[in-house]
């Protein structure tokens, strides 16, 4: 997610509060983070580290984003509060194996120089490639598991899942031991309620997670765009905001 932020302000990003964790703390996520996706390590460096400065405490990437080490070298360089304070996530690839995870997963803390990520996921509910051998609930619910693995060992705050439709949902919460968190699904400004997934994750308590809520690299034409459109504009400057802050 990415929302323009005027570095020379001092107010805070709300929270909420996602859960608990293994220790019964409040795991407290910011309402606004910053984004990696598609950002190789030395533009991932330089985008968190101008988030960091811009009042940013939340910065999102994942093992299949390729860019932890920029990720990690921005926190250890340009982030200047308090661990607490800082909300980290990632995600494991979707569909894989116990060992497979496991590696993604150390792979991802020790990119980020981190003892714990605040938050880890599921990226998909399979593979990228629908593989059918890794495309399936015994595997959903196989990689869940081992998430609350990473839970109960304290390495991740809290655990979730991405790109999880209602059935996916249904699937894990038929083992899970502990709750899913998040469920992070691309949505923004004119997106409906696809498979009825926000209806789904309200009902269980789950935070639905808006990415690209401007709509990153979508093909939409100029004036359509969520930051610089015509419509958001005309009502960004009824209320002397920005068109992104409208969308």
Not at 53 to 61: E, P
Not at 129 to 135: F, K
Not at 198 to 209: A, G, L, P, V
Not at 213 to 222: H, T
Request: proline share 4%.
């Amino acid at each position: 997610a990415t929302e323009i932020i005027d570095p020379h302000t001092t107010s805070s990003v709300p929270s909420i509060s996602i859960g608990v964790d293994v220790f019964g703390k409040s795991v407290d996520m910011p309402l606004v983070g910053a984004g990696t996706w598609q950002y190789n390590d030395t533009i991932a460096y330089e985008s968190v580290c101008q988030a960091f400065r811009a009042g940013y405490t939340f910065v999102d990437t994942a093992f299949g984003y390729g860019n932890k080490r920029g990720v990690g070298h921005a926190i250890r360089d340009c982030y200047s509060g308090k661990r607490e304070d800082l909300f980290s996530m990632t995600k494991i690839p979707g569909g894989p194996h116990v060992s497979e995870a496991l590696a993604a997963l150390e792979e991802n803390l020790v990119g980020l120089e981190l003892d714990y990520v605040d938050h880890v996921m599921v990226h998909y509910p399979s593979d990228w490639n629908e593989s059918p051998d890794r495309a399936n609930k015994a595997v959903r619910q196989e990689s869940w598991l081992l998430l609350e693995h990473v839970y109960y060992k304290g390495q991740a705050r809290s655990i979730g899942f991405s790109h999880y439709c209602s059935q996916h949902i249904h699937d894990i919460l038929e083992i899970a031991t502990v709750m899913p968190s998040i469920n992070q699904v691309e949505y923004r400004v004119g997106s409906g309620d696809v498979n009825d997934v926000i209806f789904t994750c309200r009902k269980h308590n789950i935070t639905f997670m808006s990415y690209s809520p401007l709509c990153g690299p979508c093909q939409a034409s100029p004036q359509d765009s969520l930051i610089s459109g015509a419509l958001v504009t005309s009502i960004a400057k009824t209320y002397n905001v920005t068109g992104s802050q409208v969308a």
